[in-house]
């Protein structure tokens, strides 16, 4: 099934705009768009209703019934459409082995008040402090969006979950999750002091098992970055602690693994 349509803009330079603007999303230099890339993430990206300001794809995958599908309803949202071989396209893809398929899209809307017109009932908010593996952080929304977190908090200095390498560890709930980014630290836990949002701060020295916190009330669960945590000051400003009992002589668990054990136990709590 070979897509046809008067959109296509065969590009045969590597210094066309379009190419050009796409790598700069890609390199995070366009603060307002973000670089989605993948059959399956564009598809994920076109459901949650993003708009679609740019697609680049190879002439390869246009051959192929799934991505015809999806490119038939990219080229009706979006009038920047280009077809392009294998060889140029890897001149934009973020990825070693490009994926035959590129959207640029705007990015989603951030801030506090999206959580707060967002967020409902009971909260379940992540705040992420300071983590710089944006695979982390992908793995994290990920594994939030499925415990039914009501929103994310990523404060200054933690990896951009829009990123290309985030946006492929969150496959899709990067999309959809309410996320508010950039507050600082004091910010954050103020606001959720003001929103009677009771914060917890993930600490190795806590005394509290995570299996012993009441998660039925608004919660805020805070993890730290990956190779400190959070410092004994962070801690001190959250309401309560917790810890993951450990067995054996492992010191410590990966962030993105701990964040979903505590997310998952907050979801058993609320049934």
């Not at 949650?48 to 002439?59: F, N, Q, T």
């Not at 994926?99 to 379940?124: F, H, M, N, W, Y």
């Not at 499925?146 to 951009?160: E, R």
Request: neutral net charge.
């Amino acid at each position: 099934m070979k897509l046809e349509t008067p959109n296509l803009k065969p590009i045969q330079s590597r210094d066309n705009s379009l190419l050009r603007h796409a790598r700069a999303v890609r390199d995070g230099k366009v603060d307002e768009s973000i670089f989605v890339e993948g059959l399956r993430l564009c598809e994920e990206a076109y459901r949650s209703g993003l708009r679609i300001e740019m697609v680049i794809y190879s002439d390869e995958i246009a051959g192929k019934e799934r991505a015809a599908t999806l490119l038939a309803k990219l080229t009706k949202a979006c009038d920047r459409v280009a077809v392009v071989s294998e060889s140029l396209l890897k001149t934009v893809s973020s990825t070693k082995t490009p994926q035959g398929i590129i959207v640029i899209a705007k990015r989603p809307e951030s801030g506090s008040t999206v959580l707060e017109t967002k967020g409902a009932g009971s909260p379940l908010l992540i705040v992420l402090h300071g983590l710089n593996n944006p695979v982390n952080v992908g793995a994290i929304l990920r594994s939030a969006e499925a415990a039914g977190a009501s929103g994310v908090i990523t404060t200054v200095n933690t990896a951009d979950p829009f990123s290309p390498k985030a946006l492929r560890g969150a496959m899709g709930s990067a999309f959809r999750l309410p996320i508010w980014i950039g507050p600082s630290y004091t910010e954050a836990t103020g606001w959720c002091a003001e929103h009677e949002i009771q914060t917890v701060g993930a600490d190795l020295n806590a005394t509290t098992a995570y299996t012993d916190l009441d998660w039925t009330v608004p919660r805020a669960l805070i993890v730290g970055a990956e190779s400190t945590g959070l410092s004994a000051e962070e801690v001190g400003r959250a309401r309560d602690a917790i810890r993951i009992p450990m067995r054996g002589e492992v010191e410590s668990l990966n962030v993105a693994a701990a964040a979903t054990i505590v997310l998952y136990e907050a979801a058993r709590q609320r049934g």
